[in-house]
């Protein structure tokens, strides 16, 4: 399937969507999983290619990965020293998490392993993980100066030692690259960060019983001797699919839908505080705890929505959001305008000016981007035209919500969505 016709709504969006699991969770389940050793049953993970990416790189290092279902699995290691050279290269796919986690657990082992991956990780900055790893003593070589894909890591000549890292970035994957290494280093391991980005690698390590420390945007390791995998871990629903519908339901007028277990994370939740100044109508039901998250449902209705400014502080916190909470600003009224945005041009693509390039297919002068800044003019006329993915995903399903909310698209390339929510089109064709 090349292309993929949009319709455009013909009435408000009604129903209950039941949200796939979350796939940064996803991703820390089956790989701590895989460094324990008892099996554990994990469910409402993400079948979806990154993540099953990740189940595949586990594999190959000689962990035992059982599909019940999808979405059901049993993970078995070999303990904290119990990876296995691989026999072949492994294909970290589209997913910088893959790789950029695998390097910190690999970096300390004692034998080599090659990574590749498609053709946007290639592109995507792999320095930013190499550099701090090879502080700690690892050895770690890729092209372009230990930059980029293909990268390998050779068995260093001595134990790796922690480090005290003042990250230049706010990301999760630096960080928890940086942690899993620590697990095996002589030292305390710290990372410091601008800004606070998702905790998940934090929050699992310690229900595993690995001594974290954490104050402020800085997190410790200890080096780990325990290592308790749970025997069961249930992943709840993804914050950044549901981010889709939440944004749906708010520019369709006359829309009601109802999202089941979205995780609720505060380090996720900045897609709620952004929509919520917006003037959206979100309900916040039935908190709980999942898997050693928060997870609640959420009623979202249409509303009038106007335009904000947010910048870098919140950025970590709604990342992978920018491009739907871009869409949402085109119905907005007046200018959105978002700082502190560049992580952006190192995604899949770079979604800034993927942003302004299509948005304005769809709606003629509404988007200009320069550097790290985004601004959307709300309430431009719109038009039906056809619209390019980049084999992106989350272009492809902002794109998709665009052209369903405004005059109609025809999007080129729209498989992708298959990278992290392969029901994304079944779902949003039950809705209109
Ligand atoms: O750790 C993670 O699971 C992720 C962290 C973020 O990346 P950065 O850490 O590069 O910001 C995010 O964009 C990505 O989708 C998932
Ligand atoms: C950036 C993303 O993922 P990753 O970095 O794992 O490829 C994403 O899912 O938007």
Known sequence: MDKKKIAKASGGLHGTIDIPGDKSISHRSVMFSALGDTPVHITNFLHAQDCLSTAACMKSLGAEVRFLNEGELMVTGHGLHGLQEPAGIIDAGNSGTTLRLMMGILAPQPFLTTFTGDASLHHRPMGRVIEPLTRMGACIYGR????????????????LHGIT???PVASAQVKSALLLAGMYA??????IEPFRSRDHTEQMLEAFGAEVEREGNSVTIHPVRTFRTPESIHVPGDISSAAYWLVAGSIVPGSSLLLNHVGVNPTRTGILDVLKAMGAKLEIRNRRISGGEEAADIRVESSFLHGVSFGAEIMPRLIDEIPIIAVAALFADGDTVITG????RVKETDRLQAIVDQFNQLAPGAAEGVEDCLIIHGGR?????EVF?????RMAMSLAVLGMAGEGAVLRRPECVNISYPQFYETLAGLC
Request: hydrophobic share 25%; glycine share 6%; net charge negative.
């Open 144 to 159: 372009q100066q230990n930059q980029k894909l293909p990268i390998t890591v050779v068995p260093s000549a001595e134990k």
């Open 165 to 167: 890292y003042q990250s």
């Open 186 to 191: 002589d030292g305390n391991t710290t990372v």
């Open 341 to 344: 945005a560049g992580e952006l």
């Open 381 to 385: 006329p719109l038009q039906q035209a």
């Open 389 to 393: 993915s980049y084999d992106d995903h």
